[in-house]
């Protein structure tokens, strides 16, 4: 019995250290940061009949960047 719940505390430990490499992995594959996907939903290319500047873009995303502290340095 003692080594029936060794080995299983043991594949718990182990699929618990599977999900969170797969979870990390999946979270870090998309390109860009919050700021971009949002920028994205807001102006992104379906939006075609009143297409805002590259200048409006630039400032919204800078100041969602500061807004949300992700200008800072780590």
Not at 3 to 8: K, S
Not at 45 to 69: C, H, I, W, Y
């Amino acid at each position: 019995m003692l080594t029936f719940l060794a080995r299983r505390a043991a594949l718990a430990v182990l699929t618990i250290v599977a999900v969170s490499i797969f979870s990390y992995a999946v979270i870090q594959m998309p390109a860009g940061d919050y700021v971009d996907r949002y920028s994205d939903l807001i102006f992104g290319e379906r939006r075609t009949l009143n297409p805002p500047s590259a200048e409006t873009v630039a400032e919204f995303k800078a100041t969602m960047r500061r807004d949300l502290g992700l200008d800072r340095p780590l």
